[in-house]
C-alpha cells in the first residue's frame, strides 16, 4: 500500500511505499530506509534527477510526440468525480521508462493524482486511491519523519 501527502505551496510531496519514505521538496528528492536499521537518506538534486516536475515525463511524451494524448471516460473514484487522461505510445515510436506502451491518470477537480494504469512491457500497473484527506495535520507528517529517523531534514510544515 502507498500513502501519499501532497502540499501545493511550498510544495510537499511526501509518499510511503514498500518500507520507504520518499520527499520531494524544492524540485530535491529524498528517499529514505526506516529504523531500526541504520537510517540512510540519499538526496537526488534537479540536475541529477533530470525531473523538476512528476509531470515531466508526461511533458516530454506530449512535446517528442512519442505519445498520443486524449481524454478518458471520467470516473467516480473515492467519492468524487475524476478526469481520467491517456497516453498510448505512436506506432515505432521508443518508450519513454515510466510511461509504458500506454497510461491512464486521473485526477480530481484540485488536481490530485486518484487513479494511475501502465501498460508495459512486465504488464499492467494499476494505482487507485482509497480515500483523500486534503487537511494533512502537521502533527501526522512529524510523525512519520520520526518514524523514519528523518528529523534531521527540513521540518515538512514548513
Avoid: K
Avoid at 500500500?1 to 520531494?24: C, D, F, H, K, Q
Avoid at 502537521?138 to 529517523?149: H, I, M, Q, S, T
Amino acid at each position: 500500500m502507498e500513502i501519499e501527502w501532497y502540499r501545493p505551496s511550498p510544495r510537499l510531496v511526501a509518499t510511503v511505499e514498500g518500507g520507504e519514505l520518499n520527499i520531494e521538496r524544492a524540485g530535491v528528492e529524498t528517499n529514505c530506509t526506516p529504523r531500526p536499521t541504520p537510517r540512510t537518506c540519499t538526496r537526488i538534486g534537479p540536475a541529477e534527477h533530470g525531473a523538476a516536475s512528476s509531470a515531466d515525463p508526461y511533458l516530454v511524451a506530449v512535446r517528442s510526440n512519442r505519445y498520443s494524448v486524449s481524454v478518458g471516460a471520467d470516473r467516480n473514484i473515492v467519492g468524487a468525480r475524476a478526469r481520467c487522461f491517456r497516453l498510448a505510445l505512436r506506432v515505432g515510436q521508443p518508450l519513454i521508462v515510466g510511461l509504458g506502451y500506454s497510461s491512464e491518470t486521473c485526477f480530481a477537480a484540485d488536481g490530485v493524482v486518484v487513479r494511475t494504469e501502465r501498460d508495459a512491457p512486465g504488464g499492467t500497473e494499476t494505482a487507485v486511491a482509497i480515500a483523500v484527506e486534503r487537511s494533512v495535520r502537521c502533527a501526522e507528517l512529524r510523525r512519520v519523519w520520526r518514524d523514519y529517523g528523518t528529523t534531521d531534514l527540513a521540518d515538512p510544515c514548513r
